[in-house]
């Protein structure tokens, strides 16, 4: 299992044999007056490097958020940019000593359902 547990743990048994897996993280990422934060968008790359952890014993993966600020689906709007994805495994740095290596490709697509409710999926 991972370092962190994840918000969501699902099993589907048949019996008393797990048939399959897959954990989910969730976020929901406020409007507020400090506009769209930059502890927020490294929170989900945290939350991707655990669900990273759990794909080796899991059917999927996924992480699902929700914003009603528009800045967080901008790419390129942050030193951490939620707005495209991850295109190679790299690592993300908020500061010295806040760091994250991905080992997996993301591509972040976000939802927009009206100008204050935007979801964005990443599954694997």
């Known amino acids: 299992k991972g370092v ?16 399959a897996k897959a954990y989910v993280e969730l ?10 934060t930059t502890d927020n968008r490294f ?3 945290l939350d991707l490097k655990n669900l990273e952890t759990y794909k080796s ?9 929700f914003s ?8 390129g709007k ?5 707005g495209n994805g991850v295109s190679s495994p790299k690592e993300i740095i908020y ?5 994250v290596s991905l080992d997996g490709q993301y591509t972040f697509q976000w939802d927009t359902f009206s100008e204050n409710c935007h979801f964005l999926k990443v599954l694997f």
């Open 27 to 36: 976020k929901h990422f406020r409007k507020s007056a400090n506009a769209a």
């Open 95 to 99: 500061t010295e000593t806040k760091k």
């Open 57 to 65: 014993t899991s059917d999927i993966c996924c992480e699902i958020v």
């Open 43 to 45: 929170a989900l790359f």
């Open 68 to 75: 009603n600020d528009k800045n967080y689906t901008i790419a």
């Open 4 to 19: 962190a547990r994840c918000d969501i743990e699902l099993g589907i048994y048949y019996g008393e044999t797990c048939k």
């Open 78 to 82: 942050s030193k951490i940019d939620i």
